[in-house]
């Protein structure tokens, strides 16, 4: 007897596709998502100087409407799982904006390509578009990735080790995610801390709200109560930015020919961005695989390859549109089951996020809303991505996610460097000598450091369970990548080129006494002997016992 006959033998139930438990659902993933607009937007026009309006205006709407579409996808199956499997409590899966990206979008790729652009003589809009185009390709591409994966779900999770993957998420969960939005509400302590109380309460340690009103809104609500009631009684610092010129707008656009001539020139200095936006993909591509499990887990089966082709299709859709960050499932599908949440939930997200980036009500959000007292939600995804990729590792692979968080720290070193310098007035030729020295190994250890993370993390792993084969593979990758300048590279710019050419321009910028023994061929050498010492211990050491690899010695 197959499904539909054994459904038909028991009779159907009305799918009950809109229920109380949808409002507390849809509160909490809107804000997730429009945290996350707001954080994109910040980052750019508060952090690198883009144009405030180009921002809302080209790349928003565009980013939005990945949301729109996915989430509509995602309630479609919803409706289609309950139809086939006759159960009137289907949920629909979570699709939201991917945090980690947005970090790893703006911050590698789309601002430093907008400040290079401005230092080749590109005034401000220009420069924006010019980045704009770069960040549009890096979600084409990343788009076009996560379609090529969904029918290799399985074959991608047994070839990426847990520990490399979650290792580079959780980075950047720690140092990205949860660090640089806690400055800004510190910048705000009285109304930002208020905030961040009632998120580490209902979010993190699981507290209840009478009602089970939703403690992400509750927050946000506090957090805007006591900032603009600080304002009234002149013990604030104001609201951030000036308010939009007009009360909505529509704005949707389409710039694929403009970037195709883009691109006819533009496409060399793209490919020097694809290691960091395809590791990104990854990462979320493996997520879906386990959002998917985790709904499964629940009593919703869907196919993993048509949430990871939906997510694919969302992502490129937004490409499309200009949109600037990838969309993905969200973890937590359990979480909204028990909230009695069905597809009401995803559709009222579906038209929330969509329509408040194209009609420009995003605008005005944006602007009331303070950072400090939404970006305490990023905080605790920070956390919970942290705590996940942890609790998602075996326990004798937790060294190997704790490691390959070491490269994330060297990126945040650089970011204060980089932060103190100008301000000083000492420019990197004028530094002491060992100063220089410091300051190039930390642009080493940082550049890529998402592949880097993920390279490391794997090879401790793989170390860690004595397979010396993986081992070793996952060392000559790296000593590869590190021979182009994919990772390590000495260059500020991060530009992937050939040995040779990499020594040349560090002569050119007075780099190479900082550089000594630094170069790609030092990296490249330095991997290939650990690679060495790997088949060597292979041959004559013993392998660990996977019983004495659970239980840490004289603990």
Same mark, same amino acid.
């Given at each position: ?66 949301? =729109? ?7 479609? /199956? ?18 939201? =904006? ?50 090529? &994966? ?46 961040? $109380? ?17 403690? *992400? ?52 200095? *793209? ?17 879906? $695989?386990? &959002? ?13 390859? /048509? ?23 969200? $973890?937590?599908?359990?979480? +909204? ?7 009401? +939930? ?51 692979? +937790? ?5 390959? &968080?070491?490269? /994330? ?21 004028? =530094? ?58 000495? =260059? ?15 002569? @050119? ?41 659970? @239980?840490?010695?004289?603990?």
């Amino acid at each position: 007897m197959d499904n539909s006959t054994a459904v038909a033998a028991h009779g159907r139930k009305t799918y009950q596709w809109a229920g109380a438990g949808d409002l507390n659902a849809f509160f909490g993933l809107m804000i997730d998502n429009i945290g996350v607009m707001i954080l994109t937007t910040s980052l750019l026009v508060l952090g690198y100087g883009f144009p405030r309006d180009f921002v809302l205006t080209r790349m928003i709407p565009g980013t939005a409407v990945g949301v =729109l579409v996915g989430d509509l996808i995602f309630t479609v /199956a919803a409706f289609r799982l309950a139809r086939r499997s006759g159960r009137a409590d289907v949920t629909a899966m979570p699709l939201g =904006l991917d945090t980690p990206s947005t970090f790893g979008s703006v911050i590698l790729i789309i601002g430093p390509a907008f400040l290079a652009a401005k230092g080749r003589g590109l005034e401000a809009t220009a420069a924006a578009e010019h980045a704009w185009f770069l960040g549009i390709t890096m979600l084409l591409a990343s788009g076009v990735f996560k379609l090529a &994966c969904a029918p290799f779900g399985g074959w991608v999770r047994r070839m990426v080790p847990r520990a490399g993957l979650l290792g580079s998420l959780a980075a950047i969960a720690l140092v990205l995610i949860s660090f640089l939005p806690l400055l800004d509400v510190a910048g705000h302590p009285v109304a930002g801390f208020a905030s961040l $109380i009632v998120v580490l309460a209902t979010l993190t340690a699981r507290w209840r709200l009478p009602g089970r009103f939703p403690g *992400a809104v509750f927050a946000v609500a506090l957090g805007c109560l006591v900032f603009y009631g600080m304002n009234l009684a002149g013990l604030g610092a104001g609201a951030d930015g000036t308010a939009p010129s007009t009360l909505l707008r529509f704005a949707l656009p389409f710039p694929m020919a403009a970037w195709w001539t883009w691109f006819a020139t533009a496409w060399p200095e *793209a490919l020097g961005y694809l290691p960091v936006a395809i590791p990104l993909a990854l990462a979320t591509v493996v997520g879906g $695989i386990d &959002c998917t499990e985790s709904a499964a887990a629940v009593g919703d089966e869907y196919s993993t390859g /048509a949430i990871v082709a939906a997510e694919g299709f969302a992502t490129l859709v937004a490409g499309g549109f200009g949109g600037v960050i990838q969309s993905t499932p969200y $973890i937590g599908h359990p979480a +909204y089951k028990a909230m009695g949440a069905r597809a009401g +939930y995803t559709l009222a997200t579906a038209l929330f996020v969509g329509a408040a980036g194209v009609f420009g009500y995003f605008d005005w959000i944006f602007f009331l809303i303070p950072k400090a007292v939404v970006f305490p939600i990023l905080v605790f995804v920070g956390l919970e991505i942290t705590a996940q990729s942890f609790h998602a590792t075996p326990f004798r692979h +937790y060294p190997a996610v704790a490691f390959a &968080c070491v490269p /994330a720290l060297a990126y945040l070193a650089l970011i204060t460097i980089n932060q103190v310098l100008p301000e000083v007035g000492k420019p990197f030729d004028r =530094l002491q000598p060992s100063t220089q020295h410091w300051i190039a190994t930390a642009t080493m250890l940082s550049g890529g450091f998402i592949v880097t993370s993920l390279l490391w993390g794997a090879a401790l792993a793989h170390l860690i369970d004595g397979r010396v084969g993986s081992t070793v593979g996952a060392l000559i990758l790296a000593g590869v990548f590190s021979w182009f300048g994919v990772i390590h590279s000495p =260059l500020p710019s991060g530009a992937i080129m050939s040995p040779a050419r990499v020594v040349a321009e560090l002569k @050119t910028q007075g780099r190479t006494a900082a550089t000594a023994g630094q170069t790609p061929y030092h990296w490249a050498a330095s991997y290939g002997v650990m690679a060495v010492v790997v088949l060597i211990l292979g041959a004559l050491g013993e392998p660990p016992r996977p019983e004495s690899a659970e @239980t840490p010695e004289g603990v």
